[in-house]
């Protein structure tokens, strides 16, 4: 299968309310194509993370992969990091709300508060099961993309409709600021 073979789904589509289900041994073959395809989309569309939902694929996968870019310009760098079947074991005590925007919400920006860190575990793309802390942008990212796994998306988490903007107005007005 070719990437392109995947789409990017929008909000409305119910594949994007879904539960996902576990990655099992037996898939690891077809999760590799599944993590290609979600690694070219959110190059492709200029995010810094995906999850398997957002393509269509009801599988508990994500890539989450913090860098600067035009939609995110203090974002720190990391290598992007493919978690299969995650889940957030610890969250700091510290909230934050910053603005977020996502693959399948186009055109859309909501401010959502979040957990500042957030201990993981999670199976790496060999099968082995690993555990990390993540802070600050990559914690975000993660808590974002684990909500597309449970049926979610940012949209759910903004306090009111006032803490929801186009993009016009959030790169004019709000990181302008």
Not at 162 to 169: A, G, I
Request: hydrophobic residues 40%; charged residues 25%.
């Amino acid at each position: 299968m070719m990437p392109t073979d995947f789409q990017i789904v929008e909000l409305g589509d119910p594949r994007l309310r879904e539960l996902a289900k576990p990655v099992h041994a037996e898939q690891m073959a077809y999760a590799q194509e599944v993590a290609e395809a979600m690694a070219y989309w959110m190059k492709e569309r200029g995010g810094v993370g995906i999850a398997a939902p957002q393509i269509g694929v009801s599988l508990q996968m994500m890539i989450i992969a913090s860098r600067p870019n035009n939609r995110y310009p203090d974002a720190p760098e990391m290598e992007p990091m493919l978690m299969l079947n995650p889940e957030p074991k610890t969250f700091s005590d510290r909230l934050v709300s910053l603005w977020e925007g996502c693959l399948s919400v186009p055109g859309v920006r909501g401010k959502v508060t979040r957990p500042d860190a957030v201990g993981v575990e999670y199976m790496d793309q060999s099968g082995q099961s690993r555990l990390i802390e993540l802070k600050g942008f990559p914690a975000r990212i993660f808590l974002h993309e684990y909500d597309h796994l449970i049926g979610k998306t940012f949209v759910d988490r903004v306090a009111s409709v006032q803490d929801l903007v186009t993009d016009k107005v959030y790169f004019e007005q709000i990181l302008s600021t």
